[in-house]
């Protein structure tokens, strides 16, 4: 088995639950505005949208970071929102205020949204740039395809945008519930064909993201975190065996015990909330886990983040584990401080 099969790639192994000396790297948000060449590319798109409908442009700035920085996967770039768009709703972007979407606020507003079955009219282009990196990356890189979590997804297209507390979305759970449930099952179905298209365009791992999985609590934490990552877990591994997913219930603090047991994750995504020494404890017993460096280390730099690397690497130590960041890098970051990171894992 040569280093460049893929059985052999360093993520593939450590979500397959090796041990290994050295923990594979990547960065959430890796192609994005901290990088110059990124600006520069999504400059030339025009707009967001068309850097993530145009399939060479999305392709460049997922490879840009890999050329840069010989990260151990590259991540599609895209947006969580795509799907919502494509089940229907509008969406656009403000310039320095983040995305818009229509809003579903009720049984009207849901029964206007399209049926799954018509998703792919809208995503055939970000199959497509799924298909143009599983050609154009490194042989030693893994290729991680990804969706947004129902609820998460759930919470903007309630709101309409972002929102602190999802407040938006926890009053429609609790005051038109019929709505909300039907809201977060065609998304969960929607994910599942989502991802499942990018694994046959050639995705070797895909991840789930709940940004704001932490906003839920007790049981709606089990019914709308735990158990849609369930079932689009289940269904992903009856369809592609042996295909890894990372699922990343952010800020779930307790909710992370487990996770990954009752999910079929193969590997649980931490955020910087709780400790490296806790989630090795509580979490890593269970299989691999990835994480948590905090994003402002990016940024700040200097010998605070040489020695929370190196904290973190010797906490995960005794377990599967791939070295990321507890959530995306900034835009305000130093691309220096990523090298500085890449080569204190790495032991340079």
Not at 204 to 220: P, Q, T, Y
Not at 337 to 346: A, K
């Amino acid at each position: 088995m040569t280093s460049t099969s893929p059985r052999d790639k360093t993520i593939l192994r450590a979500l397959q639950g090796e041990v290994l000396p050295t923990p594979p790297i990547w960065m959430m948000r890796q192609a994005g505005r901290y990088l110059p060449e990124y600006r520069a590319t999504r400059a030339k798109a025009g707009d967001f949208l068309s850097l993530c409908y145009t399939p060479e442009l999305a392709a460049e700035v997922t490879l840009q970071p890999i050329r840069r920085y010989g990260f151990d996967a590259a991540i599609l770039f895209a947006d969580i929102l795509l799907l919502p768009q494509a089940l229907g709703a509008d969406l656009w972007f403000v310039t320095g205020e983040g995305p818009r979407l229509s809003t579903v606020t009720g049984a009207a507003d849901l029964a206007r949204l399209k049926p799954v079955a018509e998703i792919d009219a809208v995503l055939n282009p970000v199959y497509e740039t799924v298909r143009i990196l599983s050609r154009e990356l490194p042989a030693e890189t893994t290729l991680i395809g990804f969706a947004g979590a129902p609820w998460t997804v759930a919470t903007y297209m309630i709101a309409g945008r972002g929102t602190p507390d999802q407040a938006p979305a926890h009053r429609l759970k609790d005051e038109d519930r019929p709505t909300f449930e039907a809201l977060i099952d065609l998304i969960t179905r929607g994910t599942i064909e989502y991802l499942s298209a990018q694994i046959q365009a050639g995705a070797e791992v895909v991840k789930l993201f709940d940004s704001w999985a932490g906003s839920l609590r007790g049981a709606d934490f089990q019914r709308y975190a735990l158990e849609p990552a369930r079932q689009i877990i289940t269904e992903l591994k009856q369809r592609h065996p042996g295909v890894p997913v990372i699922a990343f219930p952010r800020e779930a603090g307790q909710g992370y015990v487990g996770f990954a047991r009752a999910t079929g994750a193969d590997c649980v995504a931490l955020d910087n909330s709780v400790t490296p020494e806790w989630a090795a404890e509580h979490v890593q017993v269970d299989g691999c886990v990835q994480g948590n460096l905090a994003s402002r280390h990016m940024v700040t730099g200097g010998e605070a983040l040489d020695e929370e690397t190196r904290r973190i690497v010797r906490a995960f130590s005794k377990g599967p584990h791939i070295f990321n960041l507890g959530h995306g890098i900034t835009p305000d970051a130093d691309p220096g401080n990523v090298q500085r990171m890449i080569d204190v894992v790495r032991g340079g």
